[in-house]
């Protein structure tokens, strides 16, 4: 069994074009009647940092999970919109972006990396005390175009001292589609044996050539949870200029098939869901 964390948050924040809440709620609804594991669906952090993820407010309280096992995810950048995140108890994670690359984490969270660990502490805790997960993205896993210090051992390294804290659910993220197909399987052939008491996910940005060779050297390290979004839309605007899109759902669906793997996803529902997408993303 394959899980699919669904990022529509993750497709639609870098689009300038504000996306009417409606529609972002008829989008999501949607969604929650595809059968993913997980939908990333919008992110509590400053409005002038993100103006298109302002409405998740909104966006919630018109979101029915009447008969979904789906749960949702919030992205959040600091204890303020974790506490805000808190607030709702629809929310089941909390996800927290932890850059191995000191420049990325600078202009993603204005953190240092030292600073997010403590944050991640703090984090860790106020989710146990609501009830909550989280989860914690490791951007920047396969290296980054900044010339900052990384290697397999720095990734292990911060990955033990998230582990410390209590995180049971960790995403390795190529943030900027760099990562090389053996960087893929030996960190994830690595870190999974390392640390079996962790969900270890998988986070991919990629050109369209190079989304089933990712999806595929993860999977045969032993992942088990991938993220996605429809349409291969997104990719954080803190990163480089030029975007790279998330691996597509329809990639990821598609290799499923070819090896015969459960996914659980509803075909029409998908294909609901996907007629709706075509309207977001025009």
Request: overall charge negative; glycine content about 6%; charged content about 20%.
């Amino acid at each position: 069994m394959l899980k699919i964390v669904e990022c529509p948050r993750d497709a639609m924040q870098g689009i300038s074009r504000f996306i009417p809440t409606d529609l972002k709620i008829r989008y999501i609804n949607a969604l929650l009647r595809a059968g993913f594991d997980t939908i990333d669906f919008g992110s509590f952090v400053s409005p002038q940092a993100v103006p298109q993820m302002a409405d998740t407010h909104q966006v919630i309280q018109g979101l029915d999970l009447t008969d979904v096992s789906t749960r949702l995810l919030a992205i959040v950048a600091n204890l303020r919109g974790a506490q805000e995140a808190c607030a709702y108890p629809q929310i089941s994670y909390l996800g927290y972006p932890f850059s191995l690359s000191e420049t990325f984490q600078i202009r993603n969270t204005r953190k240092t990396i030292a600073e997010s660990l403590f944050l991640v502490k703090d984090l860790q805790q106020l989710c146990l005390d609501n009830k909550k997960e989280l989860v914690v993205y490791l951007s920047m896993a396969f290296g980054n175009p900044y010339g900052d210090p990384w290697s397999a051992d720095i990734a292990a390294g911060w990955m033990e001292e998230i582990v410390k804290t209590g995180v049971r659910t960790i995403a390795l993220a190529d943030t900027v589609g760099s990562a090389k197909i053996d960087s893929i399987h030996y960190l994830f052939d690595r870190l999974i044996p390392q640390f079996p008491e962790v969900t270890l996910g998988a986070h991919f940005h990629a050109h369209p050539q190079h989304q089933t060779e990712k999806i595929e050297a993860a999977w045969d390290a032993g992942c088990r949870r991938f993220d996605s979004a429809m349409m291969g839309f997104g990719g954080c605007p803190f990163a480089e200029d030029e975007l790279v899109g998330n691996i597509s759902t329809e990639s990821l669906i598609a290799f499923c098939e070819t090896k015969k793997i459960a996914t659980g996803i509803d075909p029409v529902a998908f294909s609901a869901a996907s007629a709706i997408a075509l309207k977001v993303f025009e």
